[in-house]
C-alpha cells in the first residue's frame, strides 16, 4: 500500500486533521476525534491514539486515566490527505458514557 | 436503538457537521464529507447521500454524475451530537479515482 508522510498531509487552518477511529477486526466506527501533526507524531511513536482535544486545548492520550487505551494498529489517509482512519484494538469502551462506540444512536 | 432528530444535531459555526460513509456490510470506510441540515434532510428524503461541497459551497448529489450513488440503509450519531456515520449500500467507487474507498494509502 501506498504510503504518505505526515508532512504530506493537509492540516486545516486550525492545524487540525479529523481522525476516525475504527475497531480493526469488527470495523466498527468506534469515536471520531482531532489530531495536529504532534499528537499524531506522539501516536506513531506510543502506538496509542493521541487525540488534540479541542474542548480543553492540549493533548489527549485516549484511555490514560480510564485504562480503554486504543492500539494502532494502522492509519489510512484519504484522497484529499485532509482525513485519517485509524485502525484499533481497543481496550474498553471508546465513548465515555460506557459504550462500545460513540455512535450508539441513530438519526430518525 | 434510540433516535436523534436534525434538530438536536450540533452543525459547527459553518453550520456543518462530519459525515463518515461506511459500507453497511464490509463496514469499510468509504470516504468522509460534511453535510448541512438542509443536504441531510435531502438525504433522509432522496434516500442517497447528498453532502455540502465545501469547495465548490453548494449541494453535492454524490453519483449524480458518476452514477457511483450510495443508497443509505441507516445514520448513526455520535454521543456529542456532532459527526455522524452513514451506512450505505454504494453503486460503485466512492474514490474520484476509481478506488473503492477514499482510504487506499497508509501514513507511514
Not at 492545524?15 to 475497531?23: E, K, N, R
Not at 469488527?26 to 496509542?48: D, F, I
Not at 484511555?63 to 490527505?81: F, H, M, P, W, Y
Amino acid at each position: 500500500m501506498f504510503s504518505l508522510t505526515i508532512d504530506q498531509l493537509k492540516f486545516d487552518e486550525k492545524g487540525l486533521i479529523t481522525a476516525v477511529v475504527q475497531d480493526h477486526l469488527t470495523r466498527e466506527v468506534l469515536m471520531v476525534a482531532w489530531m495536529n501533526a504532534e499528537s499524531l507524531r506522539l501516536t506513531q511513536q506510543v502506538g496509542e491514539t493521541i487525540f488534540w482535544s479541542r474542548s480543553r486545548q492540549e493533548l489527549w492520550h485516549k484511555g490514560a486515566t480510564s485504562g480503554n487505551t486504543q492500539k494502532v494498529v494502522q492509519i489510512l489517509v484519504d484522497c484529499d490527505a485532509d482525513t485519517l482512519v485509524l485502525l484499533v484494538e481497543a481496550a474498553g469502551p471508546a465513548c465515555h458514557t460506557g459504550e462500545r462506540s460513540c455512535f450508539y444512536r441513530q438519526v430518525e
